[in-house]
């Protein structure tokens, strides 16, 4: 398939893209510029009104420049990043806050329209290329909706979610209490968004509740670039918080990254942001049927064989950080309240 042919899968299927509605579309030089123009293309096609805004790369801890926040504060009707590592973060939300609609707070304004307003639709793709985009985009979204839909309800329902695996997972995430999200595709609608390619559900743990070992055989998401171990990295975790890692160079640079954002969240005066840096921010599981292991994150963490946990802030805002590192458990046995969902990474449920 070509370019433009996906991005019109994309505006038509994932965004439901109507006539005249104002599309911004922020992102870098390089490849990932070849993509924001075709979903430019698709947009144009579809009389919709779209915008490309082309800013410097930008790493896990740098600002995206104000000339990007103003525009998104103008509220278009869909945001989309296509970045090759960070959208940026917001230095008003992390030092002052935005109360959305809901009256929560938020650290970025792009999470106030979407989540907290309601206002935007969205989807993100940090560290998206070419050939992934025309490999695990163009999907039968349809299923994978039904699938997530699924699943979601299992984790809604459920309060303890226990992972093993065979190189020695054996971690008890505790989820009373706790929404699932579903990254199904399915941004058509304000307040909806999250990435392409889709293809999980993933629940904040309860704070402080999850206890066990992880082990890591899968790609590491270090905030803007990934790396696969070469050995197994051993993480072990007490009242939901990361306390000790292991597992030789690889292992100390998930826990470098780690101290780096915690670092600069204390030099900003934020103790609340440097201890959730080591908070159990996320528990993910991928579903996108033509993703493959690449190294990169964004398509890693959607491998139907793979769950991942993220190191950092979650997605219900009761645990901000400065970092949000994803990393994966590859061909585990999850079960739910007893309940076993998926055995050596083969699904039981669907």
């Not at 989309?80 to 935005?98: M, Q, V």
């Not at 299923?143 to 093993?164: F, K, N, P």
């Not at 049927?289 to 950092?312: C, F, Q, W, Y």
Request: include cysteine; charged fraction near 30%; glycine fraction near 10%.
């Amino acid at each position: 398939m070509q370019l433009i042919e996906v991005s019109r899968t994309v505006m038509k299927e994932v965004l439901d893209l109507q006539e005249g509605e104002e599309v911004l579309i922020i992102t870098n030089p390089g490849e990932v510029l070849g993509i924001s123009l075709s979903l430019f293309h698709a947009a144009k096609e579809l009389r919709a009104k779209p915008t490309v805004m082309i800013q410097e790369v930008k790493e896990t801890l740098d600002y995206a420049e104000r000339s990007v926040l103003g525009a998104l504060n103008s509220e278009p009707d869909v945001v989309i990043s296509i970045s090759e590592k960070k959208f940026g973060k917001d230095p008003y939300g992390l030092n002052i806050g935005y109360i959305g609609r809901d009256n929560k707070k938020y650290s970025h304004l792009f999470e106030k329209l979407l989540w907290g307003d309601k206002r935007i639709r969205a989807f993100w793709s940090p560290g998206i290329d070419v050939y992934m985009y025309l490999r695990a985009v163009p999907i039968d979204y349809a299923r994978l909706r039904v699938e997530a839909s699924v699943l979601a309800q299992i984790l809604d329902r459920g309060e303890e979610v226990h992972i093993t695996s065979e190189k020695g997972t054996d971690l008890w995430i505790n989820i009373k209490g706790r929404k699932a999200l579903k990254d199904d595709g399915d941004f058509r609608k304000p307040g909806r968004g999250g990435n392409i390619p889709a293809g999980e559900v993933f629940i904040s743990p309860t704070l402080r509740k999850s206890e066990g070992i992880i082990v890591f055989d899968g790609t590491l998401g270090l905030g803007g670039k990934s790396i696969l171990p070469e050995k197994p990295v051993r993480v072990e975790v007490e009242e939901g918080f990361v306390r000790r890692i292991k597992g030789g160079k690889d292992a100390e640079k998930l826990e470098n990254a780690i101290r780096d954002a915690e670092k600069r969240a204390l030099e900003m005066g934020k103790e609340e942001f440097a201890r959730n840096s080591w908070n159990l921010g996320e528990l993910g599981i991928g579903l996108n049927p033509k993703a493959i292991m690449s190294g990169k994150l964004l398509e890693d963490e959607k491998l139907r064989n793979t769950v991942h946990i993220a190191i950092g802030a979650n997605y219900d805002n009761d645990a901000p950080a400065l970092n949000h590192f994803d990393c994966l458990i590859m061909n585990p046995t999850v079960e739910v309240d007893g309940e076993r969902i998926m055995e050596k990474g083969r699904f039981l449920i669907f």
